[in-house]
Structure formats: C-alpha cells, structure tokens
C-alpha cells in the first residue's frame, strides 16, 4: 500500500521519546511503500489543525541527534478522544486530513490514553472504510501499560532515580546531626519508578532506607514510627515516596495538605506536595529536620543520564513501528517481551490494542515488602538491565547537544 | 619539619570536595616528612574530639575513587569557632590533640567559615608557638570565596545547573498551553550559580528565559510583568531565580511566603520556598500555570556530571596544600588565578587567609543586564572553561561507584 506516513507523540516527554521519532523516520526512508514522511505538532491537535511537518526537509545530523535530545521534540498534547458512538467529529476531521495528505500508516508514540485513541483512530478507520495502518509506540516513564515488559522511557527515568537518590543519601550523611530527606518521585498509578529508587540500597547499602508505593495502603502513623526506627539507628533516613500514594480509605495523602489536588483534563488527580506534606509532619512528631525533594520533570528529562538499553529500545520500537505497519499490521502496540534477563534479551512483538487501552500494569506484590515500606532484591533482576550502561552523549560547549528543527509546513495542496 | 598531616572536611558537600581529599592522601604519600596521614571525621568536632582516622589503613582503589564519590566522604561540620582572645578553651583542646597525634600539617578543606578557622588556628598556633603548617583549601559550590578566580565545586554544579535547565526548558515547551516554571538555586549571598542558569539561552536560545541573582533588589511587581511579556511571546516562561533574593529593603522575598525562614548556627537566614511562593503569584498575577522546581541538594551532589577542569582542580588544590605545607606555607589558602581563558590555564598561589576569612565575592556588575534580569554574554568566557569537559565516571550495575572507607580510628597512644 502506497502513501504517507504520519507520526506524532502524545502525553508527557521522556528522556528517550525522541529516539523513537528517530527509529520511525530513519526506518521509514527505506520503504518505498511511504511516500512521504510527515509529523503532526502537538500530537493529535497539530494532526486535526493542518499543522503538520515534512521531516524529508530536516537534515540527517538532526534527525540523528533526536536519539539523545529528551523533551518531546515535536510537541505534544494530552487530548482524550471522546467515544466515537457519541461523538463522531473528530474523526471524520481526522480521515479527511488523512486523505488530504494521502496518509496510509498513522504511526502514533505515547501511554495509555495515546494507546486508547490509536485504537479508537484504528477502529473508526475501519468502520468507514478508510485503509490505513494505525501502529502505537509506547512511551510513559510510569511503566504502567500492560502487554509489555516495559516501556521507552522507564529505564532512563529508573537510571536517573537510582543515581539520584544514591548521591542524596550520600549527601544527608554528611553531618553529625541527621535528618530526614523525603524524595517525592513520579508515578500516579504505579510504583515502578518510586521501587527504582531502592536499587542502591539493594545494591550497597546505601539509599532509600524507606520506599513507598501507591499500590499498598499508606498508613502515616505506621509511617512516622518507621522513620523514628531509622533515625534512631542510623540518625539520617532517607525515603523515597511515590506522588501518588493514597490512605486505606483511597484518599491520596497529598489531599492531606489542604485543598492542593484538582481535576486535570483526564480526572486524574494532579499529585503534588506530598513531599512537603510529609517532611512537616516529620519535623513535628520526631523533632528531627526535615527535607523534602520533588523531582518534578527533572527526572523525565534527564536524556544524559539515559539508559543505553532504553535509547536503544526506544529507538527499535520506533522502527518495529515502521516495519509492521507497512507489512500489514494494524491496531496493534510495539511491545516488549523479554525472553530472558541473563544474558538481557528483548523481542519485539505487534499487541492487540484492544487489550491495553486503559489498563494499568502495576508492580507486582512479589516486589513489596511484607511491612509495604520497601523494595525486594527479586526486584533487582527485573530493572538492572534496563538501567545498566550509559547512553553515549554529545556536549558542546559542556552540555548536551539537543535537535533544532526546520519544522516546514506542508501544504497539501502542492502535492 | 616531621611530623603527621590532619585533614578534615568543612561546610556543605560538593559534587568534587572528596576529589581534593583524594590530592592531599596522594600527595601526603610522597613526602617523607609526612610521618602519618590522618583525617578527622565531621571536621574540626570530630578533630576535637579525638574521631580521626588513619588514611594508611585505607585500600589505594577506594582513595581512588574519592574522585568521583560526591558529599564529604569524611563527614562535615558547620562549627564556627569563636575569637581565641574571648574563648581560648576549643583552642587549647585542639593544640593538645595536634600534641597528641604529632600534628605538624593542618589541611582544612571548606568555604568561608572554614577559612575562618584556618586563619585563626594558624595564629593560634603562631600565639602559643607550636609549630604547625596551617593551610586552607578551597571549596564551595557559591563561588564566593574571596582572592582566587572560582572555586572547586563551583565548576560541577554549573554544568549541572546549564545541563538541567536546558533539559527543564526542552521540557516545558512541549505542551502548547504554555506555563510559567520557576527554578530555585543555591546560592546564598552570590548569583554564581545561578548565573550559569543563563548558559544554555546564551549559547542556544533556549534555557531560562529570565535570571535573578541576589546581587540585584528583586522587585515582585517588575517580575510580574518581565514573566507576563514573555508568556506573551513564547507561551512558557522559564525563571532561574537564586534561594538568597532580596528585595530593595533587604527583605529576602523567601520570608514573603510567611514565617519560614529561621536563623541557623552561622546567624545565616535559613533560606527555601521561594520558588513556590513565586509559582503561586505567577498563577495569581497572570492567570499561567506555574511549576516550582528547588534543585535542593541535587544540585550539589550531581558528581555523575562533574565537570572535568573543576574535578582535576579540586584535586589540584589538595595536593598543592601538601606540597606548600612541607615548604614552609603557613595560614594561607590555596586560589587559582587564570592566566587566559583561551587557552584555558591556571595556576595556583597560597594566598594570604588574612584577606579571604569572611570576605564574599559577588557576581560583578559587568555580567548582570541592565534591567537586572538576565546575564550577559560575557559571563561565557568566564564560565565556559569551568564546565566544559565531562569528568569520567565508573559505573556499576547502572550506578556511579561510591568510596566506602574503612575508618580505622587512630589510638594514639600505641604510636
């Protein structure tokens, strides 16, 4: 099937989102099949305005350094397609801007609700008759889609957590007189970024002494005395906390602050705080400092601290994509299975969208401490291969380079 | 003079401190006149009270590794000691330990205050005349030490601070809906650090967009509308803004959020919350929303991206400590003046500690625009030679490897 391809990324950046921009365009120069190689700006906004980007226009050393520039390098939205019993618009906006441009393979990079609306695009495609190739890349740093032994974008947020908390534990040692560090880490739904933080702890000794994730119950007195039972032995604690922990009731504690969470426009809560909430309560009832530490989006962002398993995967999804689009496959997800951990090997294999849509994969118990305020060894061989080994990075000038895009219009109408 | 050499760590932690700890064992090692290598653990409290180590005891690769291990691998100390002509007791105590231990060569590793004591140490010992080599060696994060052209530590966290608010900036510019985020950054008394903020938008044009040091009165009003125009242009606004700003009063505007700020044991204010505190109004005043980002200790403690020059000079400066200290030096401090930038060269002269104890250097006047709200290109010749160049790091299971030392604590009594 000859036509265009038209790639876009969705929801949150990542340090490595851009490699899987880069697997899908250099793969797809050598198809003849695609005839043109197109971006939407701003996810499926861009795509549904027009504003849609020609990348045969952007020079090869660009396109090559997107392997190492974190952010999402042609921006993104965090759009949810409505039902298309309900509301049938944007669709019939979409498929007309997918004839205008001739695009054949919709080629889409992002989590859950990205996954949600490929599958949506591909089967709305179908119901009218539209020929059309709807391929999804995953990508979150939550780790949390399912039918995948990981996604793009968990092992550099992993690598840079692990780091992280091992140059902080270091760093709060330092002084006599100890105290607490709460690190609040992301991950809404799942603990696998929060669990990453115990690597150095497992490993050495030295780090998270403490680990909280949201699918155990979070109980602030069984909290406090276990911080007291650290500082006691040890006079420094440093704990590691997910943002989206929540009571036995449900009730997240960053609600605990005060009127701090609302709606976003998926009615998922906006997380925050929990952190400062937690370093407060420390300083009162144990009488020792307190320090609290939110990662924010430092730690997505941190492409030079990249994974060099997960630039590489994120990169072959990209190009996997690419590959099973044009032979033919439709409503499926690039995933991950691993075949085994020692040696590491990954195969890829095409999922049925229908099966991950808007399920979340979360850690598994056989990784959480009986006591829920800590991290197994057993965890150990799941993460240490896709964090282990550096992504290598070019710096000019003593920081890293990032890609500067033309972005060049299209005008269909000159095709 | 024969005799054992005592080193010990001040001050807050840096990305490189543990590198000139590393200079002074090995340099120790190559003179004879150096009977024995100890080193007091949480600085000068651990020297009075007789918790010092012997460095001999130590395995050669985990002295070795101190050049990559970030925080004070010996524990530190923020103990101002007082005026030997009011309070001659902590004196006392410290010549009968140097008695004690056959201490001829005090090395002191720390900023201001630390300095502070090596001068006083040192005409203590000249006043009681016990004969011992007192000399300084320079360290801080600020860059506010007075009498040499920057200090180790400074290098690794500017590149730090240039690396994540270009990331932070990648970032924020991903979603169309654009938004405020403001970066807080160490730095007391000297914009230093946050000048580097201004590097990635100097080299690339794009970072922070705007830049507040605390060497300029911060006006909230003029703030305001400087985020408004650029939200206006861009969409995202990024602010570098420094923990230590103040407004024409000399009220420092993290006390505008409230009671937070307290005294700690310096007489310093204790500083933090003013990034959140600015969010807020941003949010109020422009109807943006705003993310608050403290790079909190991370910034310090980042020795995964150190920077090549800083790390070599911290270790430079520690061995040439060792080497003016059997030369005769005396209550000085090791500086480093530049010879040119271009090729970069410096060299390193004691300098007297009579005119560095208590003396801040300030960003100068020539790297701050007019409008108080950004940093001039010229900064890039001053700043670039300092982070340019990656430190080389061993990894291990996707980790950078930390010393772990034994600590074998010296009984004097069987020397």
């Not at 009127?259 to 998922?268: I, P, V």
């Not at 190009?319 to 409503?331: D, L, P, Q, R, Y």
Request: aromatic content about 8%.
């Amino acid at each position: 099937m000859k036509g265009a391809l038209l790639f876009a990324q969705s929801g949150g950046p990542t340090a490595v989102i851009n490699s899987s921009a880069c697997g899908v365009f250099q793969e797809a120069k050598k198809h003849p099949e695609i005839t043109n190689i197109y971006a939407g700006l701003y996810g499926i906004d861009g795509v549904l305005s027009g504003n849609i980007i020609d990348i045969n226009k952007e020079d090869d050393e660009q396109i090559e350094l997107l392997k190492q520039t974190p952010s999402s390098a042609l921006g993104s939205c965090r759009k949810k397609m409505p039902d298309y019993k309900k509301d049938e618009a944007p669709y019939k906006a979409l498929i007309e801007v997918f004839k205008k441009y001739g695009v054949r393979y919709f080629i889409y990079n992002g989590g859950n609700d990205s996954m949600d609306t490929c599958n949506k695009v591909a089967k709305y495609c179908k119901l009218v008759g539209y020929e059309c190739a709807v391929v999804g890349v995953p990508k979150t740093v939550d780790n949390d889609l399912a039918s995948t032994d990981h996604c793009p974008g968990f092992g550099s947020v992993a690598k840079y957590i692990a780091t992280t908390i091992h140059e902080i534990a270091l760093d709060a040692h330092v002084f006599k007189n100890g105290r607490a560090v709460i690190v609040e880490i992301m991950g809404r739904d799942a603990g696998w970024i929060t669990a990453s933080a115990a690597v150095p702890e497992l490993l050495n000794g030295l780090g998270a002494d403490l680990v909280y994730v949201p699918e155990k119950p979070f109980d602030l007195d069984k909290f406090t005395q276990q911080v007291k039972e650290v500082l006691d032995k040890n006079y420094t604690c440093v704990v590691a906390v997910s943002e989206g922990i929540k009571d036995k009731d449900g009730k997240y504690i960053s609600e605990y602050a005060g009127d701090n969470s609302h709606k976003d426009s998926f009615n998922h809560v906006q997380l925050g705080d929990v952190c400062f909430f937690l370093a407060n309560h420390i300083t009162k009832h144990c009488g020792t400092k307190a320090r609290a530490i939110e990662l924010s989006i430092v730690q997505r962002a941190a492409a030079h601290l990249a994974s060099v398993s997960d630039r590489e995967e994120a990169y072959n999804c990209g190009a996997e994509a690419v590959k099973h689009a044009v032979n033919g496959a439709n409503n499926v997800m690039i995933s991950m299975q691993r075949v085994s951990s020692n040696p590491y090997k990954i195969e890829y294999v095409p999922a049925d969208l229908d099966h991950i849509a808007n399920a979340v994969k979360e850690l598994p118990d056989e990784y959480i401490t009986e006591d829920c305020s800590g991290i197994k060894p057993a965890f150990l061989d799941y993460i240490l291969p896709l964090i282990e080994g550096e992504a290598p990075v070019q710096y000019k000038n003593g920081i890293p380079r990032a890609t500067v895009l033309k972005k060049v219009i299209v005008n269909p109408d000159n095709n």
